[in-house]
């Protein structure tokens, strides 16, 4: 019988306490909440991962156990909120995409969006499980390696913190390649909705009642959970028709472009189905 298991990463706070964020922790417990009400998750089937327990270990190991048993008609879902980078490992030029893990102190402890998408692959290419089957990764993080705090200009032209958006990303550009590559592998056999373009950053806000939001959360999550809720059978396409615009009022004058990198023929089916 088919099954519906998902994997949640959040990580508020870092064992560095400077790259601490704030919404991440709840955008995961939301996004549970979500698949329990709206699309028939089991509360058992569903493994989060919060803070000091969002190891690179932990978040590798519990991508592979995610995939341990996958079959036909099978939905599994992937949800990562924290930070984002971009880097390079010291024996490959190719720039790629990663999640940090809570421990993280250099690259080493990154976790590449090539080694989820490697198990995904290979997961789906041996059982011959193309087609048939749902994996959606949702990325509530930067993919950028240029910024790590949102900036503003004070009374008197200087740069102070804007505590109203925190980027989810860490600069780590000085250890990129001038000429690198990027490793881009989206339209694939699987499904990635991520927060922002790999060149932009994506907002952790804070509560603001004015905003409607009543705690600290991602705003990529916030309102993507939220257009699940009031219609729960919406396509790729709807969900992108009616999100990009609503981010975009949400953070300006912040730029940030979530991407639905979906292939073609699953554009138009029901999210998180097969």
Same mark, same amino acid.
């Given at each position: 019988?088919?099954?519906?298991?998902?994997?949640?990463?959040?990580?508020?706070?870092?064992?560095?306490?400077?790259?601490?964020?704030?919404?991440?922790?709840?955008?995961?417990?939301?996004?549970?909440?979500?698949?329990?009400?709206?699309?028939?998750?089991?509360?058992?089937?569903?493994?989060?991962?919060? %803070?000091?327990?969002?190891?690179?270990?932990?978040?590798?190991?519990?991508?592979?156990?995610?995939?341990?048993?996958?079959?036909?008609?099978?939905?599994?879902?992937?949800?990562?909120?924290?930070?984002?980078?971009?880097?390079?490992?010291?024996?490959?030029?190719?720039?790629?995409?990663?999640?940090?893990?809570?421990?993280?102190?250099?690259?080493?402890?990154?976790?590449?969006?090539?080694?989820?998408?490697?198990?995904?692959?290979?997961?789906?290419?041996?059982?011959?499980?193309?087609?048939?089957?749902?994996?959606?990764?949702?990325?509530?993080?930067?993919?950028?390696?240029?910024?790590?705090?949102?900036?503003?200009?004070?009374?008197?032209?200087?740069?102070?913190? %804007?505590?109203?958006?925190?980027?989810?990303?860490?600069?780590?550009?000085?250890?990129?390649?001038?000429?690198?590559?990027? %490793?881009?592998?989206?339209?694939?056999?699987?499904?990635?909705?991520?927060?922002?373009?790999?060149?932009?950053?994506?907002? %952790?806000?804070?509560?603001?009642?004015?905003?409607?939001?009543?705690?600290?959360?991602?705003?990529?999550?916030?309102?993507?959970?939220?257009?699940?809720?009031?219609?729960?059978?919406?396509?790729?396409?709807?969900?992108?028709?009616?999100?990009?615009?609503?981010?975009?009022?949400?953070?300006?004058?912040?730029?940030?472009?979530?991407?639905?990198?979906?292939?073609?023929?699953?554009?138009?089916?029901?999210?998180?189905?097969?």
């Amino acid at each position: 019988m088919p099954t519906k298991k998902a994997f949640l990463v959040g990580i508020n706070s870092y064992k560095n306490p400077s790259f601490s964020l704030r919404g991440c922790v709840n955008d995961v417990d939301s996004l549970a909440q979500v698949l329990i009400a709206t699309r028939g998750f089991a509360p058992d089937d569903i493994t989060i991962l919060k %803070d000091a327990q969002a190891t690179q270990a932990g978040i590798m190991n519990g991508v592979q156990q995610l995939f341990e048993s996958v079959a036909e008609g099978d939905v599994l879902v992937f949800g990562y909120s924290g930070h984002g980078t971009e880097f390079s490992k010291s024996d490959d030029q190719k720039v790629v995409e990663g999640l940090v893990p809570y421990e993280t102190v250099s690259t080493a402890s990154l976790v590449s969006n090539r080694d989820i998408n490697t198990i995904a692959r290979q997961a789906i290419s041996t059982r011959n499980l193309a087609g048939k089957m749902n994996f959606t990764a949702i990325y509530d993080c930067c993919h950028s390696g240029q910024m790590y705090r949102a900036l503003a200009q004070g009374k008197n032209g200087e740069f102070v913190f %804007d505590d109203s958006l925190i980027n989810r990303v860490l600069d780590i550009s000085l250890l990129l390649p001038e000429a690198a590559e990027r %490793d881009i592998e989206l339209n694939d056999e699987f499904q990635v909705f991520s927060a922002c373009h790999h060149d932009e950053t994506a907002a %952790d806000m804070k509560a603001n009642p004015a905003l409607n939001l009543d705690r600290p959360r991602g705003a990529f999550s916030f309102v993507l959970h939220n257009l699940i809720k009031a219609n729960p059978n919406y396509s790729v396409n709807d969900l992108e028709r009616q999100l990009l615009p609503a981010i975009a009022d949400l953070v300006k004058p912040h730029i940030q472009v979530p991407v639905f990198a979906v292939q073609e023929a699953w554009k138009s089916r029901p999210i998180l189905t097969v």
